[in-house]
């Protein structure tokens, strides 16, 4: 919140940045829109700056740039249970690829083992780890306490077990959601540490110093991203990319709690530096051409877009969540190859909204996942698959 605060404030005070509200970006254009055909065997891919929609006009602008920073954030709106904001839709990492650019480890998504479940909330509200630090117990619907059966760390074990641990006592009993209990505690004490999660549950009815509360693994962060180097550089020239949409690596497959930090900041003012260094290096293009949108209409109906988003929810988390198979990542990619034929007739039928770009995107970016997944034949860090199950660790520290 701090570092936000004051970054927009010195935003505003600087004469030389302009700030573009309610603008959302398509594409990166390179040279691909220049008439070239780009593959990804090309080398020297070049990003000369991004078309963009003004939804105030419905009007799609040229933005011509020496250096572009790609910072669209993640990829949780993939999911239907997720607690990433909804603009989470990877919109970054789908125009990179598009673009033909590198992006790696997809397959690395973390879920948050314990999300508030309540039906129809879209983000799910976060219950903190903090939550089980100070004692609570996760608890079956039958009143177990099943963290036993799975790590001797019970409720204090890394974010990938108890998340698979709640996966599965919710899959064998038919479930959708445990609980966790902090009923045992002082409920002053829980009160004065918890506040908002207190508020929070009491104005739905739970008041959590006497009832349980219900939770659900959510999608929350991804490892892997647009593959950068330590300038925070991607595949493609003059694009940067930082933050949760970048895979700088340092994550590995499986990412420690609150360090986000690193991506966003650190590697942020790498690529200033690294920017300021060599943007003058480089030239505009004066010869990009006007976003095309010949015969394209609006879309008839705005439920066709909606629809088919909350399918590809219902595919990522049904097939593609904390558990995988080979089995069940065929059948996800045989559906969402189906709403991926869908989707790009559609959006090349249709005036531009941001509604149909995020559907684009969702599409790109679960296919990401997907491919990944089924290329990644073994059991590592967030990547889970009964098809290749762990091997224990052997003496020369795999
Ligand atoms: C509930 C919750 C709790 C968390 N707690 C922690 C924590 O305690 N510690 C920690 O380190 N991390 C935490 N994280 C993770 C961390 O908050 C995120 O990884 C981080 O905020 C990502 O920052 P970002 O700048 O990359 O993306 P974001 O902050 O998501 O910003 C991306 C921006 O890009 C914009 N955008 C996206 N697409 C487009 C487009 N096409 N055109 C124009 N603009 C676009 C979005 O509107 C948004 O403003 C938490 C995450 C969540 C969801």
Redesign the pocket.
């Given at each position: 919140y701090e570092i936000q605060q004051s970054l927009i404030r010195r935003i505003r005070e600087s004469e030389s940045i302009d700030v573009f509200e309610h603008?959302?970006?398509i594409e990166i254009i390179t040279q691909h829109h220049l008439g070239k055909i780009v593959t990804r065997r090309t080398p020297d891919i070049t990003c000369y700056g991004a078309y963009v929609l003004d939804e105030n006009t419905g009007a799609v602008d040229t933005f011509l740039s020496r250096v572009t920073l790609m910072?669209?954030?993640?990829v949780?709106a993939v999911y239907t249970t997720t607690?990433?904001?909804l603009?989470?839709?990877g919109?970054?990492i789908a125009m990179v690829y598009r673009a033909k650019g590198t992006v790696r480890d997809m397959e690395f998504i973390q879920f948050h083992p314990t999300a508030l479940f309540h039906p129809g909330d879209r983000p799910s509200f976060?219950i903190t780890e903090a939550m089980r630090g100070y004692g609570a117990i996760l608890r079956n619907p039958a009143g177990e306490r099943f963290m036993e059966k799975y790590d001797p760390r019970l409720e204090l074990a890394p974010r990938d077990v108890v998340a698979r641990a709640i996966d599965s006592e919710m899959k064998a009993g038919g479930h959708d959601h445990v609980y966790l209990d902090v009923t045992h505690k002082d409920p002053g004490e829980t009160r004065h540490h918890f506040p908002n999660i207190y508020a929070k549950c009491l104005s739905l009815g739970i008041d959590i110093t006497k009832d349980y509360i219900p939770v659900a693994p959510a999608a929350?962060?991804l490892c892997g991203g647009i593959v950068v180097d330590t300038n925070a550089e991607s595949s493609i020239s003059r694009l940067y990319a930082v933050?949760?949409?970048s895979c700088t690596g340092l994550h590995g497959g499986n990412r420690l709690?609150?360090?986000?930090?690193i991506e966003?900041v650190v590697y942020a003012e790498a690529a200033a530096r690294h920017a300021i260094e060599h943007a003058h290096d480089y030239q505009f293009r004066d010869d990009v051409p006007l976003w095309n949108d010949e015969g394209t209409s609006h879309p008839e109906e705005m439920v066709l877009i909606t629809q088919s988003a909350r399918e590809v929810g219902q595919i990522m988390s049904t097939y593609v969540g904390i558990v995988r198979s080979d089995l069940r990542l065929d059948r996800a990619w045989n559906r969402l190859d189906i709403l991926y034929e869908e989707t790009e007739r559609l959006f090349k039928q249709s005036k531009v909204s941001r509604a149909i770009c995020e559907l684009r995107n969702i599409i790109n970016v679960g296919y990401l996942i997907m491919r990944q997944a089924k290329e990644r034949k073994e059991s590592r860090g967030l990547h889970y698959t009964i098809d290749y199950p762990p091997q224990p660790h052997n003496e020369t520290g795999d």
């Open positions: 603008h959302f970006a910072a669209t954030g993640g949780g607690t990433n904001p603009v989470a839709t919109d970054g976060l929350h962060y933050g949760e949409c709690a609150s360090n986000s930090l966003a």
